[in-house]
Nanobody, 119 residues
Framework: QVQLVESGGGLVQAGGSLRLSCAAS????????MAWFRQAPGKEREFVAT????????YSADSVRGRFTISRDNAKNTVYLQMNSLKSEDTAVYYC????????????WGQGIQVTVSS
């Protein structure tokens, strides 16, 4: 059974930092591209960042580029999202996702974790 479990969310002041983690089990982690998405209240889920199976390539949404960094540790089956210079508009539920190499699609999802940025 595939499981993606996010951790590290919480409440932070604007300008602060958080690091999200997503621990994967039940899948060949090093053979999957990984991504983070988020969903703010009343809005659709949106793409945040993705990293290839090897960790060699990453891509981020314009709204977070330069502030958020996605990384992974294949030895620990974990993907991370380092979030710096947080803004109130970053408040959302953040989801970890896994998908096949190069597919730009994701078929396994975590349960989500709340990030709240106070201004």
């Amino acid at each position: 059974q595939v499981q993606l479990v996010e951790s590290g969310g919480g409440l932070v002041q604007a300008g602060g930092s958080l690091r999200l983690s997503c621990a994967a089990s039940g899948l060949a982690f090093s053979s999957h591209d990984m991504a983070w998405f988020r969903q703010a209240p009343g809005k659709e889920r949106e793409f945040v960042a993705t990293i290839t199976w090897s960790g060699d390539n990453t891509y981020s949404a314009d709204s977070v580029r330069g502030r958020f960094t996605i990384s992974r540790d294949n030895a620990k089956n974990t993907v991370y999202l380092q979030m710096n210079s947080l803004k109130s508009e970053d408040t959302a539920v953040y989801y970890c996702a896994a998908g096949p190499k190069g597919g730009w699609s994701y078929d396994c999802w975590g349960q989500g974790i709340q990030v709240t940025v106070s201004s």
